[in-house]
């Protein structure tokens, strides 16, 4: 069973920044494609970012230029960098692990962390 923990969310006011970790368990971190998604109140869950297991990323066109998602094999932990965070941004951010080496159906999730932009 693979466990995905967040961390790193927080309230930071509009156009700081803040650095999302999600650390994995188990082992072959590095062979799948990862991603971070996020579910504002009274919406659905929408993705924000992905990474292959090659380091080919993808990004919601409301983040672009914003957010860096990256990993690090070696520490099993995939990374969401936001900068010029927006009040919009507000969500709780979720990781997740796909099924293969390509972004296309999550397999698992983790607990989710909040992110709160607000001045």
């Known amino acids: 069973q693979v466990q995905l923990v967040e961390s790193g969310g927080g309230l930071v006011q509009p156009g700081g920044s803040l650095k999302l970790s999600c650390a994995a368990s188990g082992s072959s971190f590095g062979l799948y494609a990862m991603g971070w998604y996020r579910q504002a109140p009274g919406k659905q869950r929408e993705l924000v970012a992905t990474i292959t297991s090659g380091g080919s990323t993808s990004y919601a066109d409301s983040v672009k230029g914003r957010f860096n998602i990256s990993r690090d094999n070696t520490k099993n932990t995939l990374y969401l960098q936001m900068n010029s965070l927006k009040p919009e941004d507000t969500a709780v951010y979720y990781c997740?692990?796909?099924?293969?080496?390509?972004?296309?159906?999550?397999?698992?999730w983790g607990q989710g962390t909040q992110v709160t932009v607000s001045s």
């Open positions: 997740s692990r796909y099924r293969g080496t390509l972004p296309a159906i999550p397999r698992y």
